[in-house]
Each structure stands twice: as C-alpha cells, then as structure tokens.
C-alpha cells in the first residue's frame, strides 16, 4: 500500500511500502544488520497489526553493475511515487558525469532541506565538557548555493568568457588574476530561502523550540547570504505574527526566558556560530543556514556528539522525503560485519516520527541508547573507549532487536 498525501497530511496505512537504497561500501552491512532492527520495533509497537513492505531501488555501484547507470530514472520514479525512502551511504563517481550522487538526488527529487539533529549519547566520547548542552537540529538549504554546481574551470572558454564578461560588462575589478582564475557562481533565492525557513518554523513550533538561529556570512557576501538573512527574517515574521521575537526586543526586555508562545529569531555571522557551538551550545536550538554553511555547521556539530557515526539525517521536499545515514561508504571495513548501523537506525527513527509512527521511532531511539551506556558497541566506539563488549555490525544488530521493548 502507498503512502499518500493531501493537504500537506500524510496517510500512513498499515502496510507501507518504502523504497530503500542499500548505498555502496558498508551500506549492505549497515542495511541488513538495521532492518532486522526496524522490523522487531515495528513488530513490538503493534503486534503484527503493521508491516512496513521494503522495496528495493538502485543507486550508486550496485546501480550501475546492473544496469549502466549511477542513478537510473526507475529509483527517482519509486521515490516520488512512494514519498518517503531511505538510503544508505553512496558512492562518488570518479571522471565525468554525476559530480555526487547524493546531490544529484537532492537537485532531481528538489529536497530543499537537508535536515540533522544533533543529540549526544550518554556514555559516548566527546571533545567537549558538556555535550549534554549540544541538543539542535540544523536546516540547511540543499539546493542553491554551492550544491548549485555552476562552475568554470580556469583556462577554458567558459571561464575566459565569464571573466571577460565580469570585467568588460559587468565592471568588476577585484578579479586579481583573470587568466588563472576558476569562476564559481552562487545563486541564493528569496524563493529558496522562505521555502526553507517555513520548513524549519512549522519544525520548531510542533517541537516548542523557541529559539531559532539564522546563520550567515551576510557582511561580506551582501547580495546572496546578506539577502537571506533578510528574506528569512522577512519570512518568520509573516509566518509567526505577533510570536516573532527578535533578538534586540528580548535584550531590552526584562525576560529572564523566552515568554510563552513566542519564537526567539536570532542571527549568527558563520565564523561566530562555529565558535558558539563550543561555548554556547545551549543558545542554539534550531539552525537555518544556506547550504555551504550549514555543510560546515552539520559536521562540526556531530563532532560534538561522537561523529558521523551517529548522525542521521533527512533530505525533504514538498512531499518527498529522502531519509539518509549520513557519513561515507568506508569501503576498507566493507563486507568484513565491522561497521555501525547507528546512524541508518537514527535515521529510520526520524522517519518514523515523521510519519507520525512514534512508538516504532522512540524504540529505536532508547535501544541505540541503552547499548551505548551499557557499553556494548561496534569498535569505532568501542576503541574510543576501551570498556565494555565490542560487536561486530550483525551482533550489535541482535542485540539492539533483543532490546526492543514491548
């Protein structure tokens, strides 16, 4: 049975079908020991009463093995019929072609946001005192920007005849070394932007996170990531009305907190909020970044918390959402049942929350933690710490499934 949508309300029934791709590298590991895990949460829940149906759709290695192609239109047709999926990590191709698969999934499918919580684990190693204070979820936007791709390599024609237009047109004159230089463009759209910012309010107010941080690089690039510090305030206050609060009105004021039923709107410089997400983890509840940025911002932040390893994330559209373990395909440890399905897992629990399934999700959620206080880990945790029992992906696997409560 699909999963449909209509006005903006999903209807999940009983038996769901979701696409999945398995990803390159460690994905068969990761795929096969987390959707036992999904299955005995599913099962738990709902006593057999629900079943998610799983759909196999190609990208990536396997992708291009069986067919030709690194990404063929069949998977992004799955996707779009379906409306939720989830994949494991991908594969760069090497020489021309797709520069990233995972982008080219975000530009096809137009999953605007690209969505990381950050959360930290009890029991998990982290550079910083109190990683307990790191609790955020980043929106980063996931189709302009860099992920734009719209570059000129220096010495070729193209360039030449970007560079002469810039200079002879257009007047610039900050272009030091126009025969050397590569010319990348940086497209940033009021469209684009409320787009993101509505996404990440309607997050915040189901959430009752009443701080929001708007980051940028505004007081040098005026034009692109200036106007969406603009466009964005612009857009939360249409939406939020009389519940916007800016940073300025609450300093003036004699709160001690945010008043109830309002939203704090506040703005960072790029370079600042890096500094914040070490001293001030805590003032930062939900980010808004164009999409370099927040790249930068979602990585740095899972530093925080133990890694990659244990950072899932989400990609979502209009209607579309593409759920994703967000770290790289390791293919030194492939097929050897060394890697950590975490990620894949908190990944799979974010999407059953968004389809309004939360009793499977929170499973989830406590079984990871539960194995990572009780210090029965894969060994990229495992060698962080040295205690415990350290599990290979397929018993890690048979652990979290025998944790699964009813």
Same mark, same amino acid.
């Given at each position: ?23 390159? $590298? ?48 069949a998977t992004l047709d799955a996707i779009e019929e379906y409306l939720v ?63 734009? *791709? ?75 990531? $200036? ?25 003036? *004021? ?34 808004v970044s164009p999409n370099l940025n927040g790249d930068y911002l979602s990585d740095a ?86 205690? *415990? ?18």
């Amino acid at each position: 049975q699909k999963i449909t949508i209509n006005n903006r309300v999903l209807n999940v029934p009983d038996n769901p079908v979701i696409p999945f791709i398995e990803g390159d $590298g460690i994905g068969a590991d990761i795929w096969a020991a987390s959707v036992r895990v999904f299955d005995a949460a599913v099962e738990k829940a709902y006593n057999g009463q629900r079943k998610i149906e799983w759909k196999e759709v190609l990208a990536g290695q396997k992708a291009f093995d069986e067919t030709g192609e690194w990404l063929p239109q069949a998977t992004l047709d799955a996707i779009e019929e379906y409306l939720v999926a989830i994949k494991g990590p991908l594969t760069t191709p090497v020489g021309g072609g797709i520069r990233s698969l995972n982008v080219a999934l975000r530009q096809k499918l137009d999953l605007y946001a690209c969505v990381r919580p950050v959360r930290w684990f009890q029991g998990v190693p982290s550079p910083v005192k109190e990683p307990e204070n790191v609790n955020m979820t980043i929106y980063r936007e996931n189709t302009e920007d860099i992920y734009a *791709g719209i570059e000129y390599l220096a010495g070729t024609p193209e360039a030449k005849k970007v560079v002469d237009f810039l200079i002879n047109d257009m007047g610039a004159t900050q272009i030091r070394f126009p025969e050397t230089s590569s010319i990348g463009v940086k497209p940033v759209s009021s469209e684009g932007t409320q787009r993101l910012v509505r996404a990440a309010i309607d997050y915040a107010l189901e959430q009752g996170s009443p701080t929001m941080t708007l980051v940028h690089k505004g007081n040098i690039m005026k034009f692109t990531e $200036g106007a969406f510090l603009e466009w964005a305030v612009e857009e939360a206050k249409e939406i939020l009305g009389s519940a916007f609060l800016s940073r300025e009105e609450f300093m003036q *004021g004699s709160h001690q907190q945010i008043p109830e039923g309002r939203v704090l709107i506040q703005d960072r410089i790029a370079d600042a909020m890096f500094q914040d997400l070490l001293l001030k983890p805590k003032d930062h509840e939900v980010i808004v970044s164009p999409n370099l940025n927040g790249d930068y911002l979602s990585d740095a932040s899972a530093a925080l918390v133990g890694g990659l390893g244990l950072a899932p994330g989400a990609n979502i559209g209009d209607g579309i959402v593409l759920f994703e373990a967000v770290h790289g395909t390791a293919p030194d440890i492939a097929g050897k049942d060394l890697a950590n399905p975490s990620a894949l897992i908190l990944s799979a629990s974010l999407m059953f929350d968004y389809l309004k399934l939360p009793h499977i999700g929170k499973r989830l959620h406590d079984a990871i933690a539960r194995a990572i206080a009780e210090n029965r880990v894969t060994g990229d945790l495992y060698s962080s710490t040295r205690a *415990g029992e350290r599990l290979t992906c397929s018993a890690f696997s048979d652990y979290l499934c025998s944790m699964i409560d009813d």
